[in-house]
């Protein structure tokens, strides 16, 4: 929930200095902004829209800035709605530099209700947020009502509909076994601060991962079993063979094969590289378990 908190701080910085993005870097923003409703459900603009760019962002969401670099932020604009007899709605769009990456924020927080919005949509109470193209969308109001709720939705509507753009998933998505993988929890990454959050590996970035490097963490579920499953495709061969010397070094130095290790909360964990790609069973259940999951990645063609 950490996206989902630091939003909540931010609507306590609009007091923050303005900053304008010049340049052709916040033109595609700016494009949109122009197509963007003035007015949603008895909801009017407040005041003139805000830009910020990868540093000016920690003046406007302290915290979060780090997650959304860590995603290729180019640009954020942000628009706050208000109305007579309801609360404020709080407009960010988020600009990041490839589809992939708006995915990847989209992945970042999976509570919530699916709504058919974007290219993938959730609702929690009071905050609205998809992905479409190379944007990231929240939409949050500072108090649930009913007509805040109804407002939120269609502005996401209007907001989605702007975006003209379709983007493109991850590949290494497509590396992921089907058997009891969980659709809720996929979190697609490229830097080791994002990792840590949803799975702490160690405080140093022990498997190189990098802008050119492309991470999925999947959690799976067979026959009451649980496993964790995370992928890394590397720029080259070498890179991934230094990735997994790495983590071999610094996380399982007792690995003598690929075979399985038991930890010491008694899961097991299993490593495997395959050219550019690592494979990591973070932790499963049981070792047959972490062997079957590696035996199906190996198979998977990249």
């Not at 290219?119 to 108090?143: C, H, M, N, T």
Request: hydrophobic share 40%; net charge neutral.
């Amino acid at each position: 929930m950490l996206l989902r908190f630091l939003f909540f701080t931010a609507l306590f910085t609009v007091h923050s200095v303005i900053f304008m993005i010049p340049g052709s870097q916040a033109e595609p923003l700016h494009i949109l902004q122009s197509a963007l409703p003035g007015r949603i459900n008895g909801w009017s603009v407040e005041s003139e829209d805000r830009f910020y760019d990868p540093e000016t962002i920690f003046e406007y969401i302290n915290g979060a800035g780090e997650v959304y670099r860590a995603y290729n932020m180019q640009t954020c604009l942000s628009r706050r709605y208000t109305a007579s007899n309801g609360p404020s709605i709080v407009l960010d769009i988020f600009l990041m530099g490839a589809s992939e990456d708006a995915f990847g924020v989209f992945t970042h927080d999976q509570d919530g209700e699916s709504l058919d919005l974007g290219q993938g949509a959730l609702y929690r109470p009071g905050w609205l947020s998809f992905w479409k193209d190379r944007y990231f969308v929240s939409i949050y109001a500072e108090e649930e009502t009913p007509s805040s709720k109804k407002a939120l939705r269609e502005l996401g509507k209007a907001v989605a509909s702007r975006i003209d753009g379709r983007g493109t998933k991850p590949r290494i998505l497509s590396l992921l076994p089907a058997e009891g993988l969980h659709p809720g929890k996929i979190r697609y990454l490229h830097h080791h601060i994002v990792l840590n959050y949803h799975y702490f590996v160690a405080d140093k970035n022990i498997l190189n991962l990098e802008p050119g490097a492309h991470a999925v963490l999947a959690t799976y579920r067979i026959r009451k079993e649980d496993a964790l499953l995370l992928l890394v495709t590397y720029p080259d061969a070498k890179k991934a063979k230094e990735a997994h010397k790495s983590f071999l070094k610094h996380y399982l130095p007792e690995a003598r094969t690929s075979d399985p290790v038991m930890l010491e909360n008694k899961k097991w964990s299993a490593v495997r590289l395959k050219d550019k790609l690592l494979a990591v069973v973070l932790e499963a259940d049981s070792r047959k378990f972490a062997e079957s999951l590696m035996e199906e990645v190996v198979k998977m063609k990249y």
